[in-house]
């Protein structure tokens, strides 16, 4: 059930989030930034009818060559990508959510540990990669992104 660790971290009777569902959307991506415990931005894409997910710490590159950490988050249903709000206090993920951009995404390569793709947003135009991060720790969900 890819919605399930979603699903179980959040009350919907608490949370404006939606509780949402798995669907299609044709090839979407949105980057939120969400001031919480600490400022990151939330980049998401369409993939198997759920929103992949990973937080980036320092923001998301706008310039080729610049690497930045992606941590692998919880997948997120859909209808996560016109979200924009306040979590309340005391709910997972307290804090304010708003888009920083969003649009198209096609992926151009997929596999375990790297993918390409192809994005048609505001601020993220062109191609991207998302490459497993192989530091000393070997932390799965470590990831890097780059403008390519
Ligand atoms: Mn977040």
Not at 23 to 36: L, M, N
Not at 115 to 127: A, P, Q, S
């Amino acid at each position: 059930m890819p919605l399930e660790e979603y699903k179980e971290k959040r009350d919907f009777e608490k949370t404006p989030e939606p509780a949402g569902s798995e669907g299609e959307a044709g090839g979407i991506f949105v980057v939120q930034e969400h001031q919480a415990t600490h400022l990151h931005w939330d980049f998401r894409f369409e993939l198997g009818g759920v929103l992949k997910s990973c937080a980036v710490p320092k923001g998301i590159p706008e310039e080729k060559k610049t690497k930045r950490l992606a941590v692998e988050v919880e997948d997120h249903p859909l209808e996560y990508a016109t979200f924009r709000g306040v979590i309340p206090k005391g709910e997972y993920g307290a804090g304010s959510v708003k888009i920083w951009d969003t649009g198209q995404c096609r992926i151009l390569e997929r596999d375990h540990d790297r993918y390409v793709l192809e994005l048609k947003g505001k601020r993220m135009i062109g191609r991207y990669a998302l490459v497993r991060f192989k530091g000393k720790e070997q932390k799965a969900k470590n990831w890097l992104i780059m403008k390519l």
